[in-house]
């Protein structure tokens, strides 16, 4: 793939870009998606009423606002007194954390996850309302079980198909917004390779007439990752449905 201007090996860089892009999608979809979506939404569509409408109105609200703004404030804002504290925890460890990128792949799947979790929570709710009222609930209220207990055992396995094609799915979305964030230059930051930020870089008609390798190279792998997770999306979602089979 040659090299950049500084003659790094774009090669090495995109194969580190790649990592970045898939550590923060799969970060973003396991904290945000499967951990806090699943929850709320189990919670939500269990017990109804007020805590229902809590839930739901919050969720509303965040959604309503422009995500690249509130992801701009939220990075601006968590990012220089965790950066502080992982300097303090290097001077004890006597290891260089910041320089790996840990701290951004911390800041922006934490402001991505802030957002990705209300529609997986209005879908778990939708199904957990509906399953709530079938036989295998209240019998296992009229034996006694808990709560927890009627929601991780009885509840969570009868939602979990739509749960998994909705993740799988939304595995492109989620990397197409760390590249953007990247790209708009609040998202990873130099020296950590990122596909966002060599596009960014490079995103220029001198570049593209001078050399087309910085450019073209890294946009053609993103859109090899961002086809590879809408196939497999689309295959998990065959996969759970009987009427493909």
């Given at each position: 793939f040659g090299t950049d201007r500084l003659g790094r090996d774009n090669l090495t860089r995109i194969i580190y870009g790649l990592r970045t892009t898939v550590i923060i999608t799969v970060v973003t979809l396991v904290t945000g998606s499967l951990a806090l979506g699943i929850t709320l939404g189990l919670i939500s569509g269990y017990f109804g009423r007020f805590i229902d409408t809590l839930i739901m109105r919050v969720g509303e609200v965040s959604s309503a606002f422009p995500e690249i703004f509130l992801v701009l404030i939220i990075v601006s804002t968590f990012k220089p007194p965790i950066t502080r504290w992982v300097r303090e925890l290097e001077d004890v460890v006597g290891f260089d954390i910041v320089s790996l990128g840990v701290v951004d792949y911390l800041v922006l799947s934490l402001a991505l996850a802030i957002f990705s979790w209300f529609g997986m929570a209005r879908l778990v709710r939708g199904q957990v309302r509906q399953a709530r009222?079938?036989?295998?609930?209240?019998?296992?209220?009229?034996?006694?079980?808990?709560?927890?207990?009627?929601?991780?055992?009885?509840?969570?396995?009868?939602?979990?198909?739509?749960?998994?094609?909705?993740?799988?799915?939304?595995?492109?979305?989620?990397?197409?917004?760390?590249?953007?964030?990247?790209?708009?230059?609040?998202?990873?930051?130099?020296?950590?390779?990122?596909?966002?930020?060599?596009?960014?870089?490079?995103?220029?008609?001198?570049?593209?007439?001078?050399?087309?390798?910085?450019?073209?190279?890294p946009v053609l792998t993103l859109s090899l990752l961002l086809f590879t997770f809408n196939l497999l999306g689309d295959a998990v979602a065959d996969s759970f449905n009987p009427r493909a089979r």
């Open positions: 009222e079938n036989q295998y609930v209240e019998a296992a209220r009229s034996i006694g079980a808990s709560t927890p207990r009627i929601l991780i055992r009885h509840l969570l396995p009868n939602v979990m198909s739509p749960v998994i094609v909705t993740v799988s799915a939304g595995l492109a979305a989620v990397a197409g917004s760390e590249v953007l964030i990247s790209f708009l230059g609040i998202g990873i930051q130099p020296p950590t390779p990122s596909l966002g930020l060599m596009i960014f870089e490079n995103g220029s008609i001198s570049v593209l007439r001078s050399d087309p390798h910085l450019l073209l190279f």
